[in-house]
Nanobody
Framework: QVQLVESGGGLVQAGGSLRLSCVASGRTFSTYAMGWFRQAPGKEREFVTTIGQSGYTTYYADSVKGRFTISRDNAKNTVYLQMNILKPEDTAVYYC???????????????WGQGTQVTVSS
């Protein structure tokens, strides 16, 4: 069992930056691929990015490529999402998730955090 707790969300102006963190409980963090998803009001939860267990493999949604960076620190049981050049359309609740392998869809993940709100004003 893995528990995930996100933090770092908030209100930021368009063009600004935020860094989200997700801390995992337990001693097996390094065995999980980690992902970030987001859900805007009235929309489906969508894939943002994922990172493999060692941190060398990453994938991004086209909408965030070049602006967002995922990273992880296995010694700290933490995955990060650095978000730059934020746009109003990035406004959503951001969720981290843990699964057995990198995946671009929700079905690939077994554990989810409670989410953190990111609001980008124009």
């Amino acid at each position: 069992q893995v528990q995930l707790v996100e933090s770092g969300g908030g209100l930021v102006q368009a063009g600004g930056s935020l860094r989200l963190s997700c801390v995992a409980s337990g001693r097996t963090f390094s065995t999980y691929a980690m992902g970030w998803f987001r859900q805007a009001p009235g929309k489906e939860r969508e894939f943002v990015t994922t990172i493999g267990q060692s941190g060398y493999t990453t994938y991004y949604a086209d909408s965030v490529k070049g602006r967002f960076t995922i990273s992880r620190d296995n010694a700290k049981n933490t995955v990060y999402l650095q978000m730059n050049i934020l746009k109003p359309e990035d406004t959503a609740v951001y969720y981290c998730a843990a699964g057995g392998r990198v995946a671009g869809n929700r079905n690939g993940y077994d554990y989810w955090g409670q989410g953190t709100q990111v609001t980008v004003s124009s």
